[in-house]
């Protein structure tokens, strides 16, 4: 205030003082001169009202946009620091994906309580069909040795009679059955085996899907987190007047 007063006051006064001799451009010079001391900024503060939306200018060595503060309601035009108004794009874009993510997560953790729901319903007789096929595992594994014992006391027949008579030939054949069927035996052991763990997987497979269900709702939960921080740091850099 006081360099616009004293420049006025300067201007009226050489300006009465020049005459008529006093040419245009020495009282334009002299103009230039007064009000050049006058700061280009001094009408321009943080947080302080603007017309022109969107003008830009710096204040403090920061950069300052004129427009309205996010955070204040029913906000007019002011000088608003370039980092309020970055924060304020962060923090909505992380709302934006908070939405996304938790509609996204709704849906997700509806279908996987579906499928716990229905594996444990189903539980009880996948286990009780497990044993079954353990039992059938355990019968074909007795019949494989016993189709093993079978078959090497055909071989011995076969060597104590002579191979190449009738009975020892006879034994041989009975003997080559044996073996057989002890080979079918330990394929129907394995193909038991397998399906037994097969039912069992399946009832192994609810504590994999809770597991699924934790890591959304821990991705819901972050996303969460994230828009509680930047809401912050939007607050701290919105502060009207930083």
């Known amino acids: 205030m006081f360099f616009k007063s004293y420049g006025r006051n300067v201007v009226r006064i050489s300006l009465k003082n020049l005459g008529k001799g006093a040419t245009l451009i020495a009282a334009t010079s002299l103009l230039m001169t007064t009000t050049a001391i006058i700061p280009a900024e001094a009408a321009n503060k943080a947080g302080g009202s603007c017309t022109k939306a969107n003008a830009k200018t710096k204040i403090g060595g920061d950069n300052y946009v004129c427009t309205k503060n996010p955070t204040v309601k029913n906000a007019?035009?002011?000088?608003?620091?370039?980092?309020?108004?970055?924060?304020n794009k962060l923090y909505l874009d992380s709302n934006a994906r908070l939405k996304t993510i938790t509609d996204t997560a709704a849906k997700a953790i509806a279908a996987i309580d579906q499928q716990i729901s229905a594996l444990k319903a189903q539980a009880p007789q996948d286990e009780a069909d497990a044993k079954q096929y353990d039992q059938k595992a355990a019968d074909a594994k007795l019949k494989q040795q016993d189709a093993l014992v079978k078959a090497k006391a055909a071989i011995e027949d076969a060597s104590r009679v002579g191979p190449t008579t009738q009975a020892g030939k006879s034994y041989t054949t009975a003997a080559e059955q044996w073996t057989k069927a002890a080979r079918s035996y330990e394929f129907a052991n394995k193909n038991f085996l397998r399906s037994a763990a097969s039912l069992r997987e399946k009832v192994n497979q609810v504590a994999q899907k809770e597991k699924q269900k934790a890591l959304v709702q821990q991705t819901l939960e972050n996303a969460k987190s994230e828009v509680q921080s930047t809401l912050q740091n939007r607050t701290n850099a919105c502060k009207p007047g930083l």
């Open 76 to 87: 007019k035009l002011t000088w608003v620091w370039v980092g309020c108004l970055d924060s």
